[in-house]
């Protein structure tokens, strides 16, 4: 078992930034991929980025490539979202979720066991 608790979202003007953390707590976090994930209101929720067990190897959506880096401190059991040059339609609410079967980076919603309760994030114009 994986508890997932985010934080960090926020109200943002266009162009600023925001960091979100998700820490984990139960199995060994060191072990498994994290990922995050948005959801806009009447859409399907949407990968955002991904990484791997280690830390070394991630992956972004192409529309927060180049602004977005996703992090994780294994010592501290925790995955960050660092995202920056925000647009108003980076606007959603914000999970992360945790592949407990797999160490690589995972971009598939439906592979992932564990999610968070997802935090807002407010871009305004």
């Known amino acids: 078992q994986v508890q997932l608790v985010e934080s960090g979202g926020g109200l943002v003007q266009a162009g600023g930034s925001l960091r979100l953390s998700c820490a984990a707590s139960?199995?060994?976090?060191?072990?498994?991929?994290m990922g995050w994930f948005r959801r806009v209101p009447g859409k399907e929720r949407e990968f955002v980025a991904a990484i791997d067990s280690s830390g070394g190897i991630t992956q972004y959506a192409d529309s927060v490539k180049g602004r977005f880096t996703i992090s994780r401190d294994n010592a501290k059991k925790t995955v960050y979202l660092q995202m920056t040059s925000l647009k108003p339609e980076d606007t959603a609410i914000y999970y992360c979720?945790?592949?407990?079967?797999?160490?690589?980076?995972?971009?598939?919603?439906?592979?992932?066991?564990?999610w968070g309760q997802g935090t807002q994030v407010t871009v305004s114009s």
């Open positions: 979720a945790a592949d407990l079967r797999r160490t690589g980076v995972v971009t598939t919603l439906y592979v992932y066991d564990y």
């Open positions: 139960g199995r060994t976090f060191s072990w498994y991929a």
